[in-house]
């Protein structure tokens, strides 16, 4: 069948992309297929780039593990999404339990920032990840119970400042469907460029379940694109309560093709990553008990009827 990269590229998007892994790069079959750029033309780093890969310390910047993905993508011509510069998870413990005071912290988010996005020049960045909860207040965090929302726009401001041609993106889950976290997506962006915050995108991560693509889809990206702004499928799996069966890798075939006809429909979105693209290195049997199977590519390298599906969505 046909490779994906390529096919999104010519049916008018930026990429098709994948999140990896440095150690999974190892798996001589794996790695021919991410170094294929007519497959992937985009490249996340799934942990490396985070806070505590990149900041262990205060003020102690690490960045070897997170250049080896960069340089995976500069030799291969992919583009790099920097995921990510805020969030509440994979946080060193001198952020959650530093006991900052308001300054301080904002200072130590906008050095943080600033650092990453200048660091890795000339990117897509994740600047915010999961702000928000299910129901569209903001989600609790050190960053949140000592700023409250003002170190979203000093991480956007600091991420600007240290690299202009950065793109910046705001990064969440369940937002693929319309409703409260979606609407709270779209007021917090409203607000945001009412204040001339800098914000060009939205991620929608879409890990989504076999059978459960939300029927307002097309809808919200149409929603979130009127707003001005640019819009990523950046982590899209698609899990599967295990044992597979091949009726679950039909439907799961039409919910890949479902996601990517709706960013195909949709000029603003550019591009879509999968949050790894074979089952051998999924996050989902480690965080979800009992399912699996969510990626294009199973455990053994084979392609999977999703990639039929994705191809048919372009
Ligand atoms: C996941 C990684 O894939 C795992 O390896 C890690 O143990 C936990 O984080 N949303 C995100 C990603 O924004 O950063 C998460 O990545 C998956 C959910």
Not at 1 to 29: C, H, M, P
Request: aromatic share 8%.
């Amino acid at each position: 069948t046909a490779q994906l990269n390529r096919v999104a590229q010519a049916a008018g998007k930026l990429y098709f992309g994948t999140a990896t892994n440095i150690e999974e790069l190892s798996d001589a079959a794996y790695a021919a297929i991410i170094n294929n750029r007519t497959e992937f033309g985009q490249i996340t780093a799934a942990n490396v780039m985070k806070w505590d890969s990149t900041e262990p310390s205060r003020g102690v910047f690490t960045f070897g593990a997170g250049d080896q993905i960069a340089a995976l993508a500069k030799k291969n011509n992919q583009l790099l999404r920097g995921h990510n510069c805020v969030w509440h998870q994979q946080l060193p413990s001198w952020v959650t339990a530093g006991h900052f005071d308001a300054p301080t912290l904002s200072s130590i988010v906008s050095t943080h920032c600033s650092t990453l996005v200048g660091h890795y020049k000339g990117q897509i960045w994740d600047v915010i990840n999961e702000c928000l909860n299910d129901d569209g207040t903001f989600r609790q965090s050190v960053f949140f119970d000592t700023l409250n929302t003002s170190f979203i726009a000093t991480a956007l401001r600091a991420a600007r400042a240290a690299d202009p041609q950065a793109k910046l993106y705001i990064n969440d889950f369940n937002i693929e469907g319309q409703g409260p976290k979606s609407t709270a997506m779209v007021n917090l962006v409203k607000s945001l460029q009412a204040q001339k915050v800098p914000i060009d995108g939205i991620g929608i991560q879409a890990h989504l379940i076999v059978g459960g693509v939300p029927p307002t889809f097309l809808a919200n990206l149409k929603q979130f694109t009127a707003l001005g702004v640019e819009v990523a499928i950046t982590e899209l799996d698609v899990r599967m309560t295990l044992p597979v069966t091949d009726a679950l890798l039909a439907q799961q075939r039409r919910d890949y093709q479902t996601v990517i006809s709706a960013c195909q429909a949709v000029k603003g979105c550019i591009g879509v990553t999968v949050w790894d693209f074979s089952d051998k290195f999924s996050w989902v049997p480690g965080a979800f008990a009992g399912q699996g199977a969510a990626c294009p590519w199973d455990e053994n390298m084979i392609r999977k009827p999703a990639i039929d599906g994705i191809i048919a969505g372009f």
